[in-house]
């Protein structure tokens, strides 16, 4: 397999999706919002984590969380998504990169993200290593459009810059 190239910046895209179910914690960038319906999955369906921990995973050229954590395997059952976070980040490092900024869009017409942004932007810096402001959390309503609206799930899209170095 070819080895990436540490000589500059490498970009990764990450994207997640989960239903929101009635009687699910309502878990989303690391922390747990008060909301009646939370992302159903077979780890505690945080997407926003999901997200993070696939585009660092694919700026750095390596597996995706599936691959790395599959859904079949039973010891992932309501597992902390942190654990995946905190898993790629050793696998970049590992790799000889260190993050640069993470930025994340969370589309849903469930929770509410704005009165949440400045607890997930700590808790996602707390779990990446890095500093909250170079995190950003958006919120994105879907104007009552798509298989989405009526709040019945999120999506997530990630995008992760690593450089070169420890």
């Given at each position: 397999?070819?080895?990436?190239?540490?000589?500059?910046?490498?970009?990764?895209?990450?994207?997640?999706?989960?239903?929101?179910?009635?009687?699910?914690?309502?878990?989303?960038?690391?922390?747990?919002?008060?909301?009646?319906?939370?992302?159903?999955?077979?780890?505690?369906?945080?997407?926003?984590?999901?997200?993070?921990?696939?585009?660092?995973?694919?700026?750095?050229?390596?597996?995706?969380?599936?691959?790395?954590?599959?859904?079949?395997?039973?010891?992932?059952?309501?597992?902390?998504?942190?654990?995946?976070?905190?898993?790629?980040?050793?696998?970049?490092?590992?790799?000889?990169?260190?993050?640069?900024?993470?930025?994340?869009?969370?589309?849903?017409?469930?929770?509410?993200?704005?009165?949440?942004?400045?607890?997930?932007?700590?808790?996602?810096?707390?779990?990446?290593?890095?500093?909250?402001?170079?995190?950003?959390?958006?919120?994105?309503?879907?104007?009552?459009?798509?298989?989405?609206?009526?709040?019945?799930g999120v999506a997530v899209q990630a995008i992760a810059m690593l450089m070169p170095g420890r």
């Open positions: 397999m070819d080895q990436p190239n540490r000589t500059g910046p490498r970009i990764g895209l990450g994207f997640d999706l989960h239903r929101l179910e009635e009687g699910r914690p309502c878990r989303l960038g690391g922390i747990t919002l008060d909301h009646p319906t939370g992302p159903a999955g077979h780890s505690d369906g945080d997407a926003v984590l999901h997200a993070i921990t696939d585009a660092l995973l694919g700026a750095a050229g390596l597996d995706d969380i599936g691959t790395l954590f599959p859904d079949t395997d039973a010891a992932h059952k309501n597992k902390d998504s942190a654990v995946f976070i905190e898993a790629a980040v050793q696998a970049i490092q590992k790799e000889g990169y260190r993050i640069g900024n993470v930025d994340i869009v969370i589309a849903t017409e469930g929770p509410r993200i704005a009165p949440h942004r400045a607890a997930m932007r700590e808790r996602l810096a707390e779990l990446l290593g890095i500093q909250s402001n170079a995190v950003n959390v958006k919120g994105k309503t879907l104007e009552g459009m798509g298989a989405l609206a009526g709040g019945t």
